[in-house]
């Protein structure tokens, strides 16, 4: 292709072989040249036409002009930093630092070097999400008073082999899917006014945190975010309570399980999600039910979005708005630590 946008990728895991390949490969303008892996075999059988090489030779290589991060948690800023002196710019999973001041750190280097460094927060792309989106743009439910956003999974048995469940400062739930939750709130509704969490390690042998249940306060409105490793029922997804009704939408957004199975984004229907949300209202004395067709998700916008960033466009994902959201993963760390609310606009470790 030409005048296609040459990535290199570090990480060939389930980030990378799930999500980030699978999205490149199929956005025009993109081509992924290397992957930094010692995977070479499951590289060139997935993508022959990539070349397999190190984080140096990837970080080195003049043609190169995108670095995506797609390795471990606790390597993402510093390889983020690297390949921006190095010259390129980064696409970076989240949580894109360990902690507040590894973040401004990436984004002191992304402002000295003028490279882009945009954080993979895929999940603003979720079909349910953009439903929700809709229905608050629109003001379907009226004043809204409260809204949930649970990410529960069913895991009794902690898997010691996998690094998100070993003891360690990016392991646990709270940097993985807290990092989600927190992105799309802050999206939805904007900085809140005080951060109050509850992180848990609960199953038996837990090392990491398995469990968190954060209140973002506003004015007049809540937000809860929830997730934990031991629910078999199944629990909404999104629940968003207003004057004129509540929505509800049960499931996961499907474009991760299609990925994972081998599906691409290229045909008609990507991202359909048969399940529908539901609104209930009160209208003369009965509750009347609803149904809400979901939005298909667009998971492919992301890196349409990065292409047309670095040829001069506006980034799918701000820095700013992915510090925001580093921010509220640590004022939860603080906050469940000293078991008080945190403002917002604080000092990082100073209480309300």
């Known amino acids: 292709m030409t005048n296609a946008i040459n990535v290199g990728m570090i990480g060939f895991g389930l980030a990378g072989t799930a999500f980030h390949a699978p999205l490149i490969t199929t956005t025009e303008g993109l081509s992924l040249h290397t992957v930094a892996t010692r995977q070479n075999d499951k590289v060139k059988r997935a993508y022959p036409n990539a070349s397999v090489g190190s984080v140096d030779e990837v970080l080195a290589h003049p043609e190169i002009e995108l670095v995506v991060v ?14 921006m002196q190095a010259g390129k710019h980064v696409v970076i999973d989240k949580p894109f630092a360990l902690n507040y001041s590894e973040a401004l750190k990436v984004k002191e280097i992304s402002e000295a070097t003028g490279k882009q460094a945009i954080v993979f927060h895929n999940r603003r792309w979720d079909g349910d999400f953009l439903t929700v989106r809709q229905l608050i ?10 809204f949930e956003s649970h990410f529960d999974r069913f895991r009794p048995a902690v898997d010691a082999s996998k690094w998100r469940e070993q003891p360690g400062e990016g392991s646990g739930v709270w940097m993985d899917l807290g990092a989600h939750l927190g992105d799309q709130a802050l999206e939805l509704f904007g900085p809140p006014r005080s951060v109050f969490a509850d992180l848990g390690a609960l199953r038996d042998q837990a090392q990491a945190t398995d469990y968190f249940h954060v ?20 629990t909404p997804r999104f629940s968003l309570h207003g004057t004129e009704g509540s929505f509800t939408i049960y499931g996961l957004d499907p474009q991760e399980s299609m990925l994972r199975r081998g599906a691409r984004p290229t045909f008609d229907g990507w991202g359909h999600d048969a399940t529908p949300g539901e609104i209930v209202r009160l209208q003369n004395g009965a509750f009347v039910r609803e149904t809400v067709p979901t939005q298909p998700g667009n998971y492919p916008a992301f890196y349409q979005g990065v292409r047309d960033a670095l040829r001069g466009g506006e980034s799918p994902v701000s820095l700013g708005s992915a510090l925001q959201v580093m921010r509220l993963l640590e004022l939860a760390k603080q906050s469940d630590a000293s078991g008080q609310a945190l403002s917002f606009d604080a000092p990082i470790g100073q209480d309300v």
């Open 70 to 83: 797609a390795s471990p948690n606790d390597t993402h800023a510093d390889l983020a930093i690297r390949a």
């Open 215 to 234: 209140v973002l306060r506003y004015d007049d409105f809540r937000v809860i975010l929830h997730s934990t490793t031991v629910a078999c029922a199944p």
């Open 137 to 146: 743009e629109q003001g379907t439910l009226g004043a809204l008073t409260q």
